[in-house]
């Protein structure tokens, strides 16, 4: 799979969303105002078109913005966090939550995670398109990340392992939150449940940890929905039929 990226290509709105930081990386002539061309791009977007502003400040860092010969970074950076955020959800929920043997647990988790690769819907839209890719596929692998490092959270020990985790929590939370609606909605009603669960049924003071995580996702996920590109975008397929 990873040996077909370099068969990828830019396609369709690889260069409108990648546009914005390419613009940014000409007038500045720094490779690191791509940056600031992502955010531009983002609250353009939020705007003019869709709410979901991680997404898109992910799609805005398109790989052949640097050169065309790097758009293959993209669908592997995709396959990278599919695996990393199946691989490491699996981990946590069956060692960490259900207490499965070390290798019994190490054979589900390939079996899971080679079935999510296996069984995905498009491949060529999902792996191989960036910019559709990270929307859907990347977030996805985002989210699970989120909710392993949440799990995580609300069962750490030591001042260190705490501080890393609740910095993670945190961040990612704010990336999920932006993402497609399937992930953003699911991703904070799982966290709610993982906040319940430990503060009201198991009574663990550090799922206390998760209440800031918990509401940047909260904010975050409102400024999605609430976006006015939202219904611009919306409009727009008025009388398509669907």
């Known amino acids: 799979m990873f ?8 396609y369709y ?7 914005f930081a390419r613009a940014a990386m000409e007038q500045e002539q720094s490779k690191w105002a791509a940056i ?5 791009c983002s609250r353009t977007q939020w705007y003019a078109w869709q709410g979901t502003y991680s997404s898109i400040f992910f799609m805005a860092l398109m790989p052949a913005i640097w050169g065309e010969q790097y ?10 966090l599919l695996l990393a955020g199946t691989m490491t959800f699996t981990h946590v929920i069956l060692r960490k939550v259900l207490g ?3 290798w019994t647990g190490l054979a589900a988790q390939a079996v899971i995670t080679v079935a999510v690769f296996m069984f995905i819907y498009s491949a060529q839209s999902g792996f191989y398109w960036y910019n559709g890719g990270v929307h859907y596929v990347g ?5 699970l990340l989120m909710l392993s490092v949440a799990i995580c959270l609300e069962r750490a020990e030591g001042r260190t392992a705490t501080g890393l985790l609740f910095t993670a929590s945190v961040l990612l ?4 939150a932006g993402s497609n609606f399937v992930t953003a909605l699911q991703g904070l009603l799982s966290l ?4 319940f669960i430990s503060v009201v049924v198991e009574h663990r003071k550090k799922g206390l940890w998760l209440l800031p995580a918990t509401l940047v996702y909260i904010i975050g996920f409102g400024l999605n929905v609430a976006a006015p590109g939202n219904s611009v975008r919306a409009r727009s397929y008025v009388g398509w039929g669907y």
């Open 192 to 195: 709610l449940t993982i906040l």
């Open 3 to 10: 040996r077909l990226t370099v068969y990828a290509v830019p």
């Open 36 to 40: 600031s061309g992502a955010l531009d």
């Open 100 to 102: 499965m043997e070390k």
């Open 13 to 19: 709105d690889d260069y409108n969303f990648g546009r």
């Open 173 to 176: 939370s704010m990336i999920t």
């Open 71 to 80: 758009y293959f970074l993209g669908p592997v950076f995709i396959l990278l």
């Open 139 to 143: 977030m996805h692998g985002f989210g």
